[in-house]
């Protein structure tokens, strides 16, 4: 009985999970996937639903099966400290850092920069930037219905917006699908792939998990089968629009390079596609959607980042958190969103395969029996990959030659690793090691030898 819910009660909390995942960055990546991938378009799409929808809907279920109550409890089953250092990185990853100011940059690049001349540009982002993040501030501190309010009818009328430019883009074509950009002529799936790491979706979900959870718990659905249940179901509706949204885009983006040229962002994209079908009340009508639309989700970031650091070190306010972080994401909102992104790419690498290592040892949890001799070994040899991986690509966006100690285990992980040059060198020796320690434990508990 209480694992029968009707269906449109999994379809509520499914599109409160869209909501909460969608954001007009979500919007930005598929675009600028279809116009670099081309005629690839569909193989990388391919890849990207991968990580840009098939990971957080896993992450969803990962909480569901935890039974934990947020995702620090849930990592500190590898080790306490490293359940603080992870959840703090990823908040901040998908808050302060990165995140928040790509809603401000993404808001201004859309949203305002069209409308304004060469000079007008040079200050418009500072100006817009600043006024941006002191609405966030001053949100982030009075919480008030209004925002979830606006939320709520955003969030459709971005949907309804964005499928009708889809449909005049399949009724009237942009242009013709060109030939992929070099980086997706060979091997578009997996560029794709590493492309969907960018929406930090699956990051985010390891948060919103709990939420999903709680909603259900509140639907009078208690036990861990039925809760796992109403989150496949309630996380399959998510994804479906999500996927749905993904595809459009990436296709809209394919058949606007030749007609608008190959931007630098995705941003431009869809200010471009409205203009050309719908004139300047089109970029307007969009702009003001995108603006309000990132600034609800600046708000909810920075309001989720000030309480979980209150948490963490109570003696400093909740107030001040807010008001540090509404600092830091203004500042780096004006490195500009295609800075943004790429410096994002060496902390996504890190983080991404240890996010995904904590749901595959989550989803297995039972053949070990929660042992945290088997999380930490999977954890620490994910850990030597992508900690390198993560270097590697800073050195590279900073236009630094590798350091000197880094070159030969660079070197050693191409040789021995495969898919390293992909990206996935961290894939088979993470399985490797599970399997290796779980048959450890597994021997162990046979020979009635304890673990210590």
Same mark, same amino acid.
């Given at each position: 009985? *209480? &694992?029968?819910?009707?269906?449109?009660?999994?379809?509520?909390?499914?599109?409160?999970?869209?909501?909460?995942?969608?954001?007009?960055?979500?919007?930005?990546?598929?675009?600028?996937?279809?116009? &670099?991938?081309?005629?690839?378009?569909?193989?990388?799409?391919?890849?990207?639903?991968?990580?840009?929808?098939?990971?957080?809907?896993?992450?969803?279920?990962?909480?569901?099966?935890?039974?934990?109550?947020?995702?620090?409890?849930?990592?500190?089953?590898?080790?306490?400290?490293?359940?603080?250092?992870?959840?703090?990185?990823?908040?901040?990853?998908?808050?302060?850092?990165?995140?928040?100011?790509?809603?401000?940059?993404?808001?201004?690049?859309?949203?305002?920069?069209?409308?304004?001349?060469?000079?007008?540009?040079?200050?418009?982002?500072?100006?817009?930037?600043?006024?941006?993040?002191?609405?966030?501030?001053?949100?982030?501190?009075?919480?008030?219905?209004?925002?979830?309010?606006?939320?709520?009818?955003?969030?459709?009328?971005?949907?309804?917006?964005?499928?009708?430019?889809?449909?005049?883009?399949?009724?009237? %074509?942009?242009?013709?699908?060109?030939?992929?950009? *070099?980086?997706?002529?060979?091997?578009?799936?997996?560029?794709?792939?590493?492309?969907?790491? &960018?929406?930090?979706?699956?990051?985010?979900?390891?948060?919103?998990?709990?939420?999903?959870?709680?909603?259900?718990?509140?639907?009078?659905?208690?036990?861990?089968?039925?809760?796992?249940?109403?989150?496949?179901?309630?996380?399959?509706?998510?994804?479906?629009?999500?996927?749905?949204?993904?595809?459009?885009?990436?296709?809209?983006?394919?058949?606007?390079?030749?007609?608008?040229?190959?931007? *630098?962002?995705?941003?431009?994209?869809?200010?471009?596609?409205?203009?050309?079908?719908?004139?300047?009340?089109?970029?307007?009508?969009?702009?003001?959607?995108?603006?309000?639309?990132?600034?609800?989700?600046?708000?909810?970031?920075?309001?989720?980042?000030?309480?979980?650091?209150?948490?963490?070190? %109570?003696?400093?306010?909740?107030?001040?958190?807010?008001?540090?972080?509404?600092?830091?994401?203004?500042?780096?909102? &004006?490195?500009?969103?295609?800075?943004?992104?790429?410096?994002?790419? %060496?902390?996504?690498?890190?983080?991404?395969?240890?996010?995904?290592?904590?749901?595959?040892?989550?989803?297995?949890?039972?053949?070990?029996?929660?042992? %945290?001799?088997?999380?930490?070994?999977?954890?620490?040899?994910?850990?030597?990959?992508?900690?390198?991986?993560?270097?590697?690509?800073?050195?590279?966006?900073?236009?630094?030659?590798?350091?000197?100690?880094?070159?030969?285990?660079?070197?050693?992980?191409?040789?021995?690793?495969?898919?390293?040059?992909?990206?996935?060198?961290?894939?088979?020796?993470?399985?490797?090691?599970?399997?290796?320690?779980?048959?450890?434990?597994?021997?162990?508990?046979?020979?009635?030898?304890?673990?210590?």
């Amino acid at each position: 009985m *209480e &694992n029968k819910l009707p269906f449109s009660k999994y379809f509520i909390i499914g599109v409160m999970l869209f909501a909460l995942f969608f954001g007009a960055g979500n919007l930005i990546f598929p675009a600028s996937l279809g116009q &670099n991938a081309g005629s690839n378009v569909w193989i990388a799409v391919a890849g990207f639903l991968i990580t840009g929808i098939g990971l957080p809907f896993l992450g969803i279920l990962a909480m569901g099966v935890s039974g934990t109550s947020n995702l620090q409890e849930l990592a500190s089953r590898v080790h306490p400290i490293y359940g603080v250092v992870f959840t703090s990185l990823l908040y901040l990853t998908i808050g302060p850092f990165f995140a928040a100011p790509r809603t401000g940059a993404v808001a201004y690049d859309i949203g305002i920069a069209p409308f304004l001349s060469e000079v007008g540009g040079q200050i418009g982002l500072p100006i817009f930037s600043f006024l941006f993040f002191a609405v966030t501030m001053w949100f982030s501190l009075n919480p008030a219905k209004l925002v979830d309010r606006i939320g709520k009818v955003l969030s459709p009328a971005i949907i309804i917006l964005i499928f009708v430019l889809l449909v005049m883009v399949i009724v009237k %074509p942009l242009g013709p699908i060109v030939a992929p950009q *070099e980086a997706y002529a060979n091997g578009a799936f997996v560029k794709g792939f590493m492309e969907g790491y &960018n929406t930090m979706d699956a990051l985010a979900s390891l948060v919103f998990g709990i939420i999903v959870i709680h909603a259900i718990r509140e639907m009078g659905i208690a036990s861990t089968r039925g809760i796992l249940s109403a989150s496949a179901k309630s996380g399959f509706v998510a994804i479906i629009f999500l996927g749905i949204m993904y595809v459009g885009v990436a296709y809209l983006g394919a058949s606007s390079t030749g007609r608008f040229g190959l931007f *630098e962002t995705g941003g431009p994209v869809l200010g471009e596609t409205a203009s050309f079908y719908f004139g300047t009340a089109g970029t307007i009508m969009l702009s003001i959607i995108i603006i309000l639309a990132c600034l609800t989700t600046s708000i909810g970031l920075i309001t989720s980042c000030g309480e979980y650091f209150h948490t963490l070190v %109570p003696k400093i306010s909740y107030t001040m958190w807010v008001i540090f972080f509404s600092l830091v994401s203004f500042i780096i909102a &004006n490195f500009g969103l295609s800075n943004i992104i790429n410096f994002s790419i %060496p902390v996504l690498m890190l983080l991404y395969p240890l996010a995904i290592v904590l749901m595959m040892l989550t989803f297995l949890s039972k053949a070990f029996r929660l042992t %945290p001799f088997v999380y930490a070994i999977g954890t620490a040899i994910t850990f030597l990959v992508s900690v390198i991986d993560g270097f590697k690509l800073l050195c590279q966006q900073l236009g630094l030659d590798y350091f000197q100690w880094l070159t030969p285990i660079v070197s050693f992980y191409e040789r021995v690793l495969p898919l390293y040059d992909q990206g996935l060198g961290w894939l088979l020796p993470a399985l490797m090691a599970i399997a290796i320690s779980t048959a450890i434990i597994g021997m162990l508990k046979f020979l009635r030898i304890p673990l210590r």
